[in-house]
C-alpha cells in the first residue's frame, strides 16, 4: 500500500480535492499543515525543496512529489480504477470539464473567495469583475448539473471533486447562498455530499486557519 503525505492548508481547496479523492479511494494520508498565509510558499527553501512552481497542495506519494492538482487526480482515478470515467467518451468528458474548471471556475473562486474572505481591504472594483465572471461559469454549471445528474454525465468523476471543491466552502466565504441564486448547483453539492465516506473540507483538513474577513465583505447577493 502506498504512502501519503499532503502538504496543505485547510482553506485551499485544491487541497482539499486530492484529500477528498484519497479518501473516497479508500487511502489514508499523512497531513502535513503548511502556514500558506504566512508565505511559505513563495520561500526559496519551498521551491528548492518542496514544489518549484512555488505552489500547495503537495502529494508525495511514497517519497515522490506530486503537484499540479487535476493530474493528480486524473492519476489517482488511474491508479484506483475509480472516477476517472469508464469509456474513451467518458474520459474525454472528464477531461473537458476538468481544463475548464481549472482554466475558468476554480480558477475565478478561488481568486475571488480570497480576496474577498481572507484579505482586509479588498479591491471592490476587482471583486465585481470577479463576480460578472463566477456569475456566467456559475450559470454554465448550473445548467450542466440540472441536466445530469453530475458533471461529466450519471456517474461521480474526479471533475465532480475538481469544480465542486470551492464551491462547497461557507456561503459567508463564496459570497453565494447557492440554494438561493443556483438551485441545481445546490442540489448537486447535495449529492455529492451524500457519498459514502465524503467530509467537508474543514473536517477532513485539521491546522490553524487563517483570519476570515468576509463580514466586511459584499452583501451575498451582488
Known amino acids: 500500500m502506498p504512502s501519503y503525505r499532503l502538504h496543505y492548508f485547510p482553506e485551499s481547496g485544491n487541497s482539499y480535492k486530492l484529500a477528498l479523492m484519497l479518501r473516497l479511494c479508500g487511502q489514508h494520508f499523512e497531513p502535513v499543515w503548511t502556514d500558506f498565509a504566512g508565505g511559505v510558499t513563495r520561500s526559496a527553501e519551498w521551491r528548492a525543496n518542496i514544489n518549484a512552481m512555488g505552489e500547495i497542495p503537495v502529494l508525495e506519494e511514497d517519497g515522490v512529489k506530486l503537484t499540479q492538482t487535476a493530474p493528480i487526480l486524473m492519476k489517482l482515478a488511474e491508479k484506483y ?118 467530509q467537508s473540507a474543514y473536517d477532513l483538513l485539521p491546522g490553524q486557519r487563517m483570519v476570515h474577513y468576509a463580514k466586511d465583505g459584499p452583501p451575498l447577493h451582488a
Do not use: C
Open 81 to 198: 480504477g475509480k472516477f476517472g470515467g469508464g469509456t474513451a467518451a467518458e474520459k474525454y468528458e472528464v477531461l473537458r470539464w476538468l481544463f475548464w474548471d481549472n482554466h475558468k471556475l476554480t480558477g475565478y473562486m478561488a481568486s475571488y473567495r480570497f480576496m474577498r474572505s481572507f484579505t482586509p481591504k479588498p479591491d471592490p472594483h476587482v471583486l465585481t469583475y470577479f463576480r460578472r465572471r463566477l456569475d456566467d461559469f456559475l450559470g454554465i454549471l448550473e445548467k450542466q448539473v440540472v441536466s445530469s445528474a453530475f458533471v461529466a454525465g450519471t456517474g461521480f468523476t474526479v471533475a465532480d471533486i475538481s469544480m465542486m471543491a470551492y464551491l462547497h466552502f461557507p456561503a459567508d466565504e463564496t459570497g453565494y447562498d447557492f440554494a438561493v441564486t443556483h438551485p441545481g448547483i445546490r442540489a448537486w453539492l447535495d449529492r455529492i455530499a451524500g457519498l459514502p465516506g465524503w
